[in-house]
């Protein structure tokens, strides 16, 4: 199954962690807030919990920008639970500031073609959703390399800018604050001619 940028998220309804009580969520109960949904291979490895920690520790960066932050592994709820309840300094995660979503049966990583057939858990992929829920933005990483949450956020507002500024893009290495530019061929060189 093929994924893309601009089209409608897949739905999916699972079990989550949320304040260590298990709850049953929709992506569609996300509707109107932006979403940030993140797969990762496992509970209790490595280089997961240093991304699920970062995460939690920005979760108010994220929540100041009317988004939402999931966790996706093929783990099962109780796992997560665990795992949540386990000491950072002993390879846990603690309490963190959104849910984790089991996939114990793969469908949501394999609607996300996250899914690495070998291995049987889902690659790093990350996904960012708009409020309408549409797909804006996707990247994949290999098992062995963890994701940045200030790129995360930077790709985030940038979407946020276009989308609330018609006929404005944003350049290359764009930060919030920074020139856009009118995607014309007079009107962008005003943005050009800035340059040094």
Not at 78 to 84: G, N, P, S, Y
Not at 96 to 119: F, G, Q, R
Not at 175 to 195: A, C, I, R, W
């Amino acid at each position: 199954m093929t994924i893309r940028v601009g089209q409608l998220a897949p739905d999916f309804t699972a079990t989550a962690v949320i304040e260590q009580e298990f709850k049953v969520i929709k992506l569609s109960d996300y509707l109107g807030k932006y979403l940030v949904l993140f797969f990762y291979p496992l509970d209790f490895t490595f280089v997961c919990p240093t991304e699920i920690i970062a995460f939690s520790d920005r979760h108010h960066e994220f929540k100041s920008l009317n988004t939402e932050v999931l966790g996706v592994s093929v783990d099962s709820e109780f796992a997560h639970l665990a795992w949540i309840q386990t000491d950072r300094k002993q390879g846990g995660i603690g309490d963190i500031e959104y849910p984790l979503i089991s996939d114990l049966k793969k469908e949501i990583s394999t609607a996300y073609n996250v899914l690495e057939p070998n291995a049987g858990v889902a690659l790093r992929g990350l996904f960012i959703i708009d409020s309408q829920g549409f797909i804006q933005h996707i990247t994949v990483n290999n098992l062995s390399f963890g994701r940045s949450v200030d790129e995360t956020l930077r790709v985030l507002k940038a979407i946020q800018y276009v989308q609330s500024h018609e006929n404005e893009v944003c350049p290359v290495g764009w930060q919030e604050g920074d020139k856009t530019m009118n995607p014309d061929p007079v009107k962008s060189k005003v943005y050009f001619s800035s340059l040094g």
